[in-house]
């Protein structure tokens, strides 16, 4: 593919949420970066030709972790490396600091942002079930004021969010989570590539039955799916029911064909990877019980 130089833009670096708020009413065709590990790339190959870039790096408000009533608050600038390395999502959400470690290689997890790739919306991206896993909840901020917006409302289709025009995605929140087993499975042809198959998992243990589950898989369609269906095979029941489980697999949305995978090895693959990751989760959660 031709490699080429950016159009000619307008660069705008706002200092606060409000002024970057205003810059995207007042100037037409805009868009935003933070990390710039998409849009540079899209820029520069001439697939995103805006007139104006507004550059949020310099909102450090933007940039942090930290607790607050039972919930982990993270900025949106916040690097993943920052996300992969917290001590607070470590001991509070393991699944999430085990995603941010597994994506891309170390030079963009020292870019790239958390806001960035969910603003993205690339259905192989390894946030996108995960959140949805944690049934996080995303802060806008806009020229109405302020909204929240859940997992699954926000992830609309490929490349596609619940952020209207106009809008800045400023903060996630998840809740922290106690004697939880979890598990972060992803099927890539490289390590540092976009998943083919991505598949995140919690599970809570009564004894040896489950007690609740929430698993989703990411990259089989066009956006994360939770997958109910088996949410609700497992419940009440013990290890020995996952298999029988993933008999129940159905997905909302199409299966993507591209250049990582068919459809059907996409769908074929995400029966392992959810066995393997409903596995390795009971398995935490038993020894979190222990």
Avoid at 22 to 31: A, H, M, R
Avoid at 50 to 58: A, E, G, M, T
Wanted: overall charge neutral.
């Amino acid at each position: 593919m031709p490699f080429y130089t950016p159009v000619d833009f307008d660069y705008y670096a706002p200092r606060n949420v409000d002024e970057a708020v205003t810059l995207l009413s007042e100037k037409e065709d805009s868009v935003i970066i933070a990390g710039g590990q998409t849009l540079l790339t899209l820029l520069k190959l001439r697939i995103l030709r805006p007139k104006n870039v507004i550059d949020l790096s310099k909102v450090s408000s933007l940039r942090y972790i930290k607790e607050e009533n039972g919930e982990i608050r993270i900025g949106a600038i916040t690097v993943h490396n920052e996300v992969a390395r917290s001590q607070l999502i470590a001991s509070r959400c393991g699944l999430l600091s085990a995603a941010a470690g597994r994506i891309g290689d170390e030079q963009v997890r020292n870019r790239g942002t958390i806001g960035g790739s969910v603003a993205n919306a690339d259905p192989s991206a390894n946030y996108e079930p995960v959140l949805l896993a944690l049934d996080a909840r995303f802060t806008l901020i806009g020229p109405q004021g302020r909204r929240e917006v859940g997992a699954r409302e926000f992830f609309v289709d490929a490349y596609t969010t619940a952020i209207n025009k106009g809008e800045v995605l400023t903060e996630v929140k998840v809740r922290e989570l106690s004697e939880v087993g979890y598990s972060f499975k992803k099927a890539a042809r490289r390590e540092q590539e976009f998943a083919i198959v991505n598949v995140a998992a919690l599970l809570w243990l009564e004894g040896d039955e489950i007690k609740d589950v929430r698993v989703a898989v990411g990259g089989v369609t066009a956006r994360p799916e939770r997958l109910d269906g088996v949410e609700e095979a497992l419940i009440g029941k013990g290890k020995e029911a996952i298999p029988s489980a993933l008999s129940s697999v159905e997905y909302s949305g199409k299966p993507i064909s591209d250049v990582r995978a068919s459809s059907g090895y996409r769908e074929y693959l995400s029966k392992i990877y959810l066995r393997r990751a409903l596995e390795e989760a009971y398995a935490r959660a038993k020894g979190v019980r222990s």
